[in-house]
């Protein structure tokens, strides 16, 4: 047989096809398989023409045919096609194998299978990648966790293959144990929901609220691409608002159903923030957002019955635009901010509650180019967090400290003009709550024990006795003394 492949891919669709030619570019020779054998030939035939790949018709084939120890990474829809792929595989593997799973799996799975695969000797890691189709071939971000042990095998060829940040080091290094690299990567998707669903509100209000037709709205996001929001995000925004339909004339932005798609990951953030007791609103909005954008027919039927403020409250906002849009660059990069503080909170807890032991400012680095995220602000997280690995939040970092104080008046009048002139900003307005919320020394958490007292006598604790004594008030003179138990969820 000819020379063996360094590594080998299961799964030929949209982000397998361009990881191994990202892969094979580097200069790994790569087997592939994929469970529709004719997709094998296709690509073989195709994109993978005269590339230094091994064709694999079966999985005995494709194990047959690697270097030991064995690296095999699945790029196959998320949940039980990994489970049958492993169960496929393991007769056929030794230890000390690898198998990588790039998908978008649960963290939860990839523990699950990490911890039963060690017991069998064999080395299983869970890979988050993001960057798209192109990301894919040109360079991912690529988030392992998983059995430390197969780290030195996979770090050349994922190092290779990932983005760069402008020093030339890779968006790719090792996360941490068990499904550490897929919950990294699940964060990164839901801040990614928070941060589109804050670009959709502030064209919202451009164009809904104030009037904007796409071509004027379009400069605006190109040039807030040449400061602090200079992100992949903001980019394509600018792009996708300068295209016209080459049939009618018309921008293509205006000529799609307002109704969002989702796969999940943004749901997943959220109900781990829920599971783990993280405040992160923005992203649970962000997921609200594209469920109310879901339900057209129920908001079309809707809106005549309805009334919003009128006319009359946009009238008031025909000044000057450029203004406007100044509030609303600040308003946006708050936000921003505001929301990757709570994506960060996620990370922090689930880190102390699986002893992880996470690096947040290698994470912002895995971030900084090839994902979705991307953007320069993330260079600047890294910084805060390596100048205070310990940061207990990240709006505490001097430099976000400044730009929050700084464009708080802003923040808060943009807000004020999309109440008034009745445009939705979910995620805008969660980020304000948050950070008012935040700072808040006294929130009003006293009256609210006192209802659950009153009603439940679930007792309290007092600001004139010392933490963990609990109290409980006979309030209407005709209930019992008998406290509840203090158990949190
Ligand atoms: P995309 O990158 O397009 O979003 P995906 O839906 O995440 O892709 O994954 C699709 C891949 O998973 C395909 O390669 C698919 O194989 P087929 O071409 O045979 O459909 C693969 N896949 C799905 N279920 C699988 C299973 N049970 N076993 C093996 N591969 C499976």
Redesign the pocket.
């Given at each position: 047989m000819d020379k063996l492949a360094d590594i080998g891919v299961?799964?030929?669709?949209?982000?397998?096809e361009n990881l191994i030619l990202n892969m094979e570019s580097k200069g790994f020779r790569v087997a592939c398989h994929?469970?529709?054998v004719d997709?094998v030939d296709a690509f073989l035939a195709g994109r993978g023409q005269g590339k230094n790949l091994i064709g694999c018709r079966t999985l005995e084939e494709l194990v047959a045919s690697l270097e030991r120890p064995r690296r095999i990474m699945f790029m196959?829809?998320a949940g039980?096609?990994v489970d049958?792929?492993i169960d496929a595989l393991e007769p056929m593997l030794e230890p000390g194998d690898i198998l990588v799973d790039g998908?978008n799996s649960s963290y939860l799975d990839t523990t699950r299978r990490c911890t039963d695969l060690a017991a069998k000797g064999l080395l299983y890691v869970g890979a988050g990648v993001s960057g798209g189709e192109e990301g894919a071939l040109l360079g991912p971000s690529i988030m392992p966790g998983g059995n430390a042990q197969a780290w030195p095998a996979l770090k050349p060829i994922f190092q290779a293959i990932a983005a760069k940040v402008a020093d030339g080091t890779p968006c790719c290094d090792w996360v941490g144990p068990d499904g550490s690299g897929h919950f990294v990567k699940m964060v990164h998707n839901g801040i990614e929901y928070g941060d589109m669903q804050l670009i959709c509100e502030a064209y919202h209000l451009l164009s809904q609220g104030l009037g904007m037709s796409a071509d004027q709205i379009q400069p605006i996001f190109a040039a807030w691409n040449t400061r602090e929001l200079d992100s992949y995000l903001i980019e394509i925004t600018a792009d996708i608002l300068g295209h016209v339909d080459p049939e009618s004339g018309t921008p293509t932005v205006d000529l799609i159903l307002d109704t969002a798609g989702q796969k999940g990951t943004g749901k997943w953030t959220s109900q781990v923030g829920l599971d783990l007791g993280v405040a992160i609103p923005q992203i649970a909005e962000a997921v609200f957002a594209r469920f109310l954008s879901a339900i057209k027919d129920e908001r079309v039927a809707a809106g005549p019955y309805l009334s919003g403020p009128g006319k009359a409250a946009s009238q008031g906002s025909d000044g000057d635009m450029s203004a406007v849009v100044d509030q609303l660059e600040k308003a946006v990069y708050a936000a921003k901010i505001c929301s990757y503080a709570q994506g960060f909170q996620l990370l922090r807890a689930a880190s102390m509650e699986y002893g992880w032991n996470l690096n947040f400012g290698e994470i912002a680095l895995l971030w900084r180019e090839g994902c979705i995220i991307r953007a320069r602000f993330l260079g600047t997280i890294k910084e805060a967090y390596d100048a205070d690995p310990d940061l207990a939040n990240l709006v505490l970092a001097p430099y976000f400290r400044e730009v929050l104080a700084g464009a708080q008046a802003a923040w808060r009048t943009v807000l004020k003009t999309a109440v008034d002139l009745g445009v939705p900003a979910p995620v805008m307005a969660a980020s304000l709550c948050y950070y008012d919320g935040y700072r808040c020394e006294r929130l009003p958490a006293n009256l609210l024990q006192a209802q659950r007292d009153y009603f439940g006598a679930h007792t309290y604790e007092r600001v004139d006795k010392p933490r963990g004594e609990f109290f409980h008030t006979n309030w209407t003179g005709t209930g019992g003394e008998t406290a509840s138990s203090t158990y949190n969820v």
């Amino acid at each position: 047989m000819d020379k063996l492949a360094d590594i080998g891919v299961i799964g030929l669709a949209v982000m397998g096809e361009n990881l191994i030619l990202n892969m094979e570019s580097k200069g790994f020779r790569v087997a592939c398989h994929n469970r529709t054998v004719d997709k094998v030939d296709a690509f073989l035939a195709g994109r993978g023409q005269g590339k230094n790949l091994i064709g694999c018709r079966t999985l005995e084939e494709l194990v047959a045919s690697l270097e030991r120890p064995r690296r095999i990474m699945f790029m196959v829809r998320a949940g039980a096609a990994v489970d049958q792929l492993i169960d496929a595989l393991e007769p056929m593997l030794e230890p000390g194998d690898i198998l990588v799973d790039g998908g978008n799996s649960s963290y939860l799975d990839t523990t699950r299978r990490c911890t039963d695969l060690a017991a069998k000797g064999l080395l299983y890691v869970g890979a988050g990648v993001s960057g798209g189709e192109e990301g894919a071939l040109l360079g991912p971000s690529i988030m392992p966790g998983g059995n430390a042990q197969a780290w030195p095998a996979l770090k050349p060829i994922f190092q290779a293959i990932a983005a760069k940040v402008a020093d030339g080091t890779p968006c790719c290094d090792w996360v941490g144990p068990d499904g550490s690299g897929h919950f990294v990567k699940m964060v990164h998707n839901g801040i990614e929901y928070g941060d589109m669903q804050l670009i959709c509100e502030a064209y919202h209000l451009l164009s809904q609220g104030l009037g904007m037709s796409a071509d004027q709205i379009q400069p605006i996001f190109a040039a807030w691409n040449t400061r602090e929001l200079d992100s992949y995000l903001i980019e394509i925004t600018a792009d996708i608002l300068g295209h016209v339909d080459p049939e009618s004339g018309t921008p293509t932005v205006d000529l799609i159903l307002d109704t969002a798609g989702q796969k999940g990951t943004g749901k997943w953030t959220s109900q781990v923030g829920l599971d783990l007791g993280v405040a992160i609103p923005q992203i649970a909005e962000a997921v609200f957002a594209r469920f109310l954008s879901a339900i057209k027919d129920e908001r079309v039927a809707a809106g005549p019955y309805l009334s919003g403020p009128g006319k009359a409250a946009s009238q008031g906002s025909d000044g000057d635009m450029s203004a406007v849009v100044d509030q609303l660059e600040k308003a946006v990069y708050a936000a921003k901010i505001c929301s990757y503080a709570q994506g960060f909170q996620l990370l922090r807890a689930a880190s102390m509650e699986y002893g992880w032991n996470l690096n947040f400012g290698e994470i912002a680095l895995l971030w900084r180019e090839g994902c979705i995220i991307r953007a320069r602000f993330l260079g600047t997280i890294k910084e805060a967090y390596d100048a205070d690995p310990d940061l207990a939040n990240l709006v505490l970092a001097p430099y976000f400290r400044e730009v929050l104080a700084g464009a708080q008046a802003a923040w808060r009048t943009v807000l004020k003009t999309a109440v008034d002139l009745g445009v939705p900003a979910p995620v805008m307005a969660a980020s304000l709550c948050y950070y008012d919320g935040y700072r808040c020394e006294r929130l009003p958490a006293n009256l609210l024990q006192a209802q659950r007292d009153y009603f439940g006598a679930h007792t309290y604790e007092r600001v004139d006795k010392p933490r963990g004594e609990f109290f409980h008030t006979n309030w209407t003179g005709t209930g019992g003394e008998t406290a509840s138990s203090t158990y949190n969820v």
